[in-house]
């Protein structure tokens, strides 16, 4: 599925100093795919536990890549970030774990006109993100090679 975030955020063509949040970004294996494909961005990932984040602070060092990855200790509900922060938001596996629609309304927040969140996740999973006046939508998400979808991913795009 990394690989498949990684590719979906390639193709969005984001302009050099974009920068993306990974929410739920457990020991950060999305930020730092992303950082590699994508040198000129600006990567953070969020998590609620700082095992998880000191996990993926250490492998952002191992890989000489910590000036462009930041990982926080966060709620996805409460983030640390001023509005309109990112260009692009995704999570990957997490929604599930998310109180109500809370983290969607503060994801919203800080993400900027113009900007996109993809959230990957089983697609019986998905409904829990749809938010009443926050428009979505669900698309399947081919993960590998099995005849049939289990992720899907709830897209949203600020005006």
Request: aromatic letters at 6%.
């Amino acid at each position: 599925m990394y690989r498949r975030i990684v590719a979906d955020v390639e193709g969005a063509r984001l302009p050099p100093g974009a920068r993306i949040l990974d929410a739920g970004t457990g020991p950060g294996r999305v930020p730092l795919a992303l950082a590699e494909a994508l040198p000129q961005a600006r990567i953070d990932g969020v998590d609620l536990s700082a095992a998880m984040i000191e996990e993926a602070r250490r492998g952002a060092a191992a890989r000489g890549l910590a000036e462009r990855v930041t990982f926080t200790v966060a709620d996805v509900g409460a983030l640390p970030f001023a509005d309109a922060t990112f260009d692009l938001i995704v999570s990957s596996m997490s929604l599930h774990h998310w109180a109500e629609p809370a983290g969607v309304r503060e994801l919203r927040r800080v993400l900027r006109p113009g900007g996109r969140m993809w959230i990957y996740d089983a697609r019986v999973a998905l409904r829990r993100g749809e938010v009443p006046g926050i428009p979505s939508r669900r698309e399947p998400v081919r993960t590998g090679r099995l005849p049939f979808r289990l992720v899907g991913r709830l897209v949203f795009q600020v005006p």
